[in-house]
């Protein structure tokens, strides 16, 4: 997938701000946005479009690199839109350049899916972001599977991960952010072919 400028992509990770989110499952964006970020060797610093970034370089040093800017909106997930549009228009990055990671409760805890544009399925991150700039985004979808019996969606997605999926949380997280890395590097279809399991 060659640039067609020098300028950066976005990744942003979504979640919810602050300690007592941390673990729950609708926060599973800003834990692969995390690894990536470690994976570069950078810390996530404040920045005034509301979210936290790190700025640096996916994939092979030289020509399969890309310039990335990773992202953690600090509004609510709801409010996601906001700081990831006000981002786009700092760093100049059309929405083709967008990557979103986030929760999706219609596939099985773990399996991926990697897409570009489609409809927000009810999740309200993606419903914020697709209203602010449009829906045609990359979508990084990480399956947490669905509630328990009559468990209310919300109520599911602000909980913890269980005990038994926190045994393979880090493997699937680990994956998560390899997709994120074949996107930039070999484009949609070699993601999808890899991590649409």
Do not use: C
Not at 52 to 61: F, L
Not at 133 to 146: A, I, K, S, T
């Amino acid at each position: 997938m060659s640039e067609t400028s020098t300028g950066p992509w976005i990744i942003a990770g979504l979640g919810n701000p602050g300690p007592e989110y941390a673990d729950n499952r609708h926060n599973v964006g800003f834990m692969v946005a995390e690894l990536l970020a470690s994976r570069m060797g950078g810390t996530f610093k404040a920045h005034k479009a509301r979210a936290q970034v790190v700025e640096g370089r996916i994939g092979t040093p030289g020509v399969d690199s890309r310039r990335v800017v990773l992202a953690k909106p600090l509004s609510f997930m709801n409010l996601s839109g906001g700081p990831v549009s006000s981002l786009a228009d700092f760093y100049k990055v059309p929405v083709e350049r967008i990557v979103v990671v986030h929760d999706e409760l219609d596939i099985p805890y773990g399996a991926l899916r990697v897409k570009r544009g489609g409809g927000d399925n009810g999740h309200n991150g993606l419903k914020s972001i697709t209203k602010s700039l449009g829906p045609d985004y990359f979508r990084v979808r990480f399956g947490v599977g669905r509630p328990p019996g009559r468990m209310p969606v919300a109520d599911f997605v602000l909980r913890d991960f269980s005990g038994t999926e926190r045994k393979e949380l880090d493997y699937f997280v680990d994956r998560a952010a390899d997709a994120v890395e074949t996107l930039l590097t070999d484009g949609l279809e070699r993601a999808q072919t890899t991590y649409n399991s």
